[in-house]
């Protein structure tokens, strides 16, 4: 039997196909209680659950947003919260047509034996929490796998150990009615070029897909969410035309066309390099089966963040920052992006942070 057939099969499928729904995407704001720390640190914001609900409101509420989002990924504190009048998050997004999704993963740990490769931990007690999440209104899940390009690295180990850790996860979820984000994220560190970081997503997609495969997941009821392909961080940039072919055709030789939708990261891009080249590869030519859309955290986040400043009166600005970004992406969408949204403050600075911890 190719996947196993859940209760939850028809509407895994329904979900996953909304989700990729062109014109929209995921905005991520499900940074860990530490990583939001740092996210209000920059911004000189005390790390305090009332500051980190505030951010989050400012997100869900802002006017106009959430037309262009699909899904939206929280932390599990955040699945809880509610707005300042006692309006729970969860239904602040349904009614905008946004699905509520949650990272279920604990983290990654070093891999022994290897060069600072890592595996991502969190299976122990997975189905029950999924329960939980299901019953508390999410209806998709994500799990980030972490691999990293050096001279011998990723090794086939950290390969083949973070594709079966993804598919096991994947088929939990769909077990338990959410749709699994299958994210294997390739660091952007490094001096390698383009054709290194393309040659390695392909055998990572490769040998993830093989793993999905084997764990009998439902294809129909999942979604990828790959890191662009792009040189490294040392290097010299390159067009986004460049990133959009190489990109695209390592897709086209790994990710099967029954998967609905392809969900980028940003991994570090500046907010404006992430649309340009989200734009050029929705304008790529030829076959393209799934969805090409965007699931982005800093890259959403970055000048909203910095016009709020965690100052009550910005509110407002700090939310047309988000509207100017959620349109721009949503635009990438469809390859119609002109590259005209007004840059503010902090969308051209590059998010890049080495070994990123989500």
């Known amino acids: 039997m190719s996947n196993f057939k859940s209760k939850y099969h028809d509407e895994l499928i329904a979900n996953a196909a909304y989700i990729g729904t062109p014109g929209k995407g995921i905005l991520a704001a499900d940074e860990s209680t530490g990583t939001i720390g740092k996210r209000l640190a920059s911004i000189n914001v005390e790390n305090v659950e009332s500051n980190r609900r505030a951010l989050r409101e400012l997100l869900f509420t802002a006017p106009g947003a959430l037309q262009y989002l699909s899904g939206v990924i929280l932390f599990e504190e955040t699945l809880y919260q509610s707005t300042a009048a006692g309006k729970p998050f969860v239904d602040v997004l349904k009614e905008g047509g946004v699905l509520p999704g949650i990272k279920v993963d604990k983290g990654t740990v070093e891999l022994a034996g290897t060069n600072g490769e890592t595996t991502t931990q969190g299976l122990d007690g997975l189905g029950q929490r999924c329960q939980k999440y299901y019953e508390a209104g999410a209806r998709f899940a994500k799990w980030r796998a972490v691999l990293k390009i050096g001279p011998t690295e990723p090794s086939e180990l950290a390969i083949h150990e973070n594709a079966y850790g993804l598919a ?110 989200l734009n050029a590869i929705n304008q790529v030519k030829g076959k393209k089966p799934w969805s090409l859309s965007f699931s982005f955290g800093r890259a959403l986040q970055q000048s909203t963040l910095k016009a709020w ?45 080495k070994d990123y911890k989500y």
């Open 168 to 277: 096991r996860y994947a088929a939990i979820c769909q077990e338990n009615g959410l749709v699994p984000i299958v994210e294997p994220e390739i660091l952007v560190d490094g001096p390698h070029d383009i054709h290194k970081c393309a040659a390695v997503t392909e055998r990572v997609l490769a040998a993830c897909y093989k793993a999905l495969n084997d764990h009998h997941v439902l294809l129909e009821g999942t979604l990828l969410k790959p890191n662009m392909v792009t040189p490294g961080s040392d290097s010299p940039k390159v067009a986004p035309e460049v990133v959009a072919e190489h990109t695209v055709r390592a897709l086209l030789r790994t990710v099967p066309a029954a998967v609905p939708a392809v969900v980028f990261l940003s991994g570090g891009q500046s907010e404006e390099e992430a649309s340009l080249n």
């Open 309 to 353: 400043a965690g100052k009550e009166e910005n509110v407002k600005k700090a939310q047309e920052a988000l509207l100017t970004r959620a349109k721009a992406n949503s635009e990438a969408t469809l390859g119609t992006y002109k590259g005209s949204a007004q840059l503010g403050e902090g969308a051209a600075e590059s998010l890049h942070v």
